[in-house]
């Protein structure tokens, strides 16, 4: 059995302005989606220029904030935001949902491709290898705070996390998370996307790979108090990875049949 390592959440401090981890994790991922963006087009991968590339992660952070926070509240904890509507605004007392994240992504991704005569699945493809490592260091954030910890286990690197107030040993499944949906999807989506393929390939490898990985995770992962365990004793992330899995297949089998479309880089 572990011992949580007590990090303070505040990793800088400069007078009475407080940076904590989890906003530094936040910009570290930006920041590698910027550096790898700019390596795949100077190697190549994408016609998109570096201009394109600094529009993307502008739009990309709106997208992100809005609908992380607008999918929290509508797949988590709706009738207490609908009777408060003002707190969806209250960003700074957390709740985020990565799969409000993602559609918040999927639609300014899709005003970006219509300005530049593109269509999603195009940008899609380039934008997937991208994601992974900034995925990763927001679940490093995630274990700095302490929260979204596992459920109990008598494994030897169970931890003790202190925020829960029980002393039980649990699954430190941020680190699980930060290892699969982060490294272990980075080495895939990126493997798979050193050649060229049909457009959509890689958007879908990266739906597939993400839900199936957040999927196993989640049988690691402490329900949400509020919500608990859902149809099938399946939680709330289970249950919005499932159609990330179906969607992708669903892409990646029709792009297949499409041969007559340029593959993309």
Do not use: C
């Amino acid at each position: 059995m572990l011992q949580y390592p007590q990090i303070d959440p505040v990793a800088i401090q400069l007078g009475p302005i407080a940076v904590h981890w989890y906003g530094l994790m936040y910009l570290i991922a930006f920041g590698l989606v910027w550096l790898l963006g700019r390596w795949r087009i100077k190697q190549g991968k994408s016609d998109l220029s570096l201009r394109d590339l600094e529009d993307l992660i502008f739009y990309g952070v709106l997208g992100v904030v809005a609908g992380g926070r607008l999918g929290y509240a509508l797949f988590y904890k709706p009738a207490e935001y609908l009777a408060n509507p003002i707190e969806i605004l209250y960003v700074w007392q957390g709740g985020m949902s990565f799969h409000g994240g993602l559609i918040g992504v999927i639609i300014v991704l899709l005003i970006f491709a219509r300005r530049r005569r593109r269509t999603l699945l195009e940008i899609g493809d380039f934008i997937a290898p991208l994601i992974p490592l900034g995925l990763a260091a927001g679940r490093l954030g995630n274990f700095i705070n302490g929260e979204l910890w596992g459920r109990p286990t008598t494994l030897p690197w169970g931890m003790v996390f202190p925020h829960t107030g029980d002393g039980i040993a649990r699954h430190p499944s941020q680190l699980y998370e930060m290892g699969l949906e982060g490294f272990a999807l980075f080495a895939l989506v990126w493997w798979f996307a050193r050649k060229p393929r049909p457009t959509g390939q890689i958007s879908a490898v990266f739906l597939m790979g993400y839900g199936a990985f957040r999927f196993l995770v989640e049988f690691t992962r402490e329900p949400d108090y509020f919500l608990g365990l859902l149809a099938g004793g399946l939680s709330m992330g289970q249950l919005l990875s499932l159609p990330m899995i179906a969607v992708g297949a669903i892409i990646f089998a029709l792009s297949a049949r499409k041969s007559n479309r340029a593959p993309t880089q």
